[in-house]
T-cell receptor
């Protein structure tokens, strides 16, 4: 049973067309949620950490928000260079530690 | 500042052979992780380590062995490679629980 579900799996946007990516989770007692960006052939690159419901973080055209059941990554007026796969991860309990558990990602393509 | 490095970056091996993937980080982070990334599955945790000489299983540990005798190194060994272990392997590290996770560039492994 997936603890982290991302939607949509793929998204195509025109340059300037704002949209949102969703990350829903089922873990109880969330300790934190990460957003990463991954370009083809590279390792994931950190974007944000959110720790509590109501928290928001911004970076350039990206804004991440968190509720008790899901997180959104809002992309405002995207550019072609925003094309990438966006990964969400929640900190899930494993033994005595909290370990990042990833969703399958949303592949974003922004057309010029 | 080298950060986190993986070697080799590409490896082709035959079924049944033993393969070791290397991971080195220069930050003295306490946590280190091994993930594999496959189409349709996203990033799945193989093993993690909370400190030197402390390792624990993740979601998909079968067929893999890890060790961590030094804080900076976390090698992953496939004892007898199988075709199902063809994947991209990512090593990662974190200064502590609930903190940002840094990823290496990945090793693309093909088992023929």
């Amino acid at each position: 049973e997936d603890q982290v579900t991302q939607s949509p799996e793929a998204l195509r946007l025109q340059e300037g067309e704002s949209s949102s990516l969703n990350c829903s989770y089922t873990v109880s007692g969330l300790r934190g949620l990460f957003w990463y960006r991954q370009d083809p052939g590279k390792g994931p690159e950190f974007l944000f950490t959110l720790y509590s419901a109501g928290e928001e973080k911004e970076k350039e055209r990206l804004k991440a928000t968190l509720t008790k059941k899901e997180s959104f990554l809002h992309i405002t007026a995207p550019k072609p260079e925003d094309s990438a796969t966006y990964l969400c991860a929640v900190l899930a309990a494993s033994g005595g530690s909290y370990i990042p558990t990833f969703g399958r990602g949303t592949s974003l393509i922004v057309h010029p | 500042d080298a950060g986190i490095t993986q070697s080799p970056r590409y490896k082709i091996t035959e079924t049944g052979r033993q393969v070791t993937l290397m991971c080195h980080q220069t930050w003295s982070h306490s946590y280190m992780f091994w993930y594999r990334q496959d189409l349709g599955h996203g990033l799945r945790l193989i093993y993690y380590s909370a400190a030197a000489d402390i390792t624990d299983k993740g979601e998909v540990p079968d067929g893999y062995v890890v060790s961590r005798s030094k804080t900076e190194n976390f090698p992953l060994t496939l004892e007898s490679a199988t075709r199902s272990q063809t994947s991209v392997y990512f090593c990662a590290s974190s200064e502590g629980q609930a903190l940002r996770v840094y990823f290496g560039p990945g090793t693309r492994l093909t088992v023929t």
